[in-house]
């Protein structure tokens, strides 16, 4: 069974500093996705990153990055240079090859940055 | 990428009543999903949904609650039959290729 974990509920961040939110996983596929989405207080569901079990590099889109540990089956978000903006719930999710493209969310960890 | 509309953007409905949720993609997808999440919890798929065929519903979901369309690979509805404040949520679908993309949300309140 595929299961994904985020075991920090709350995340406060100084403005400017880097955060990361943490996300383990759990699989028997070889083959998977991970992703990282950010929900504002508005209710969308925003993309932000993307990681194939087979990339040898880790992801990164502008300041989002996420550091890979393939062994430790850990998939953590790092987000440099916090804006306010950034406050919101961020959700890790995984796609495996067996699950019909159905994604397994996490509980999501809440993030506040502070000015 | 894909772009996902959805309809209505919120709606306050009585109990007993029943309320249709449109949600539009700019680009063909096989699969479409509908996740409810309830107040402070994580996203809970309700059924996916595949065009030409029924949709395949999650433990807990059953269709007579929850009946959805899928004309086309452009469209689905889902349905939230005979409310209750229960059903009080956010209501979400998505779809896409690799990555699903979602739509922005339609929140429920039931009285």
């Known amino acids: 069974a595929q299961k994904i974990t985020q075991t920090q509920p709350g995340m406060f961040v100084q403005e400017k500093e880097a955060v990361t939110l943490d996300c383990t996983y759990d699989?028997?596929?070889?083959?998977?996705?991970l992703f990282w989405y950010k929900q504002p207080s508005s209710g969308e569901m925003i993309f932000l990153i993307y990681q194939g079990s087979y990339d040898q590099q880790n992801a990164t889109e502008g300041r989002y990055s996420l550091n890979f540990q393939k062994a430790r089956k850990s998939a953590n978000l790092v987000i440099s240079a916090s804006q306010l903006g950034d406050s919101a719930m961020y959700f890790c999710?995984?796609?495996?090859?067996?699950?019909?493209?159905?994604?397994?969310f996490g509980t999501g960890t809440s993030l506040t940055v502070i000015p | 990428s894909a772009v996902i509309s959805q309809k209505p953007s919120r709606d306050i409905c009585q109990r007993g009543t029943s309320l249709t949720i449109q949600c539009q993609v700019d680009s063909q997808v096989t699969m479409m999903f509908w996740y409810r999440q309830q107040p402070g919890q994580s996203l809970t798929l309700i059924a996916t949904?595949?065009?030409?065929?029924?949709?395949?519903?999650e433990s807990g979901f059953v269709i007579d609650k929850f009946p959805i369309s899928r004309p086309n690979l452009t469209f689905s509805t889902l349905t939230v039959s005979n409310m209750s404040p229960e059903d009080s949520s956010i209501y979400l679908c998505s779809g896409g290729r690799e990555t699903q993309y979602f739509g922005p949300g339609t929140r429920l309140l039931v009285l």
């Open positions: 999710a995984m796609r495996g090859p067996n699950t019909g493209n159905q994604f397994y």
């Open positions: 949904a595949n065009q030409g065929s029924e949709a395949t519903y």
């Open positions: 699989t028997s596929d070889p083959s998977y996705g």
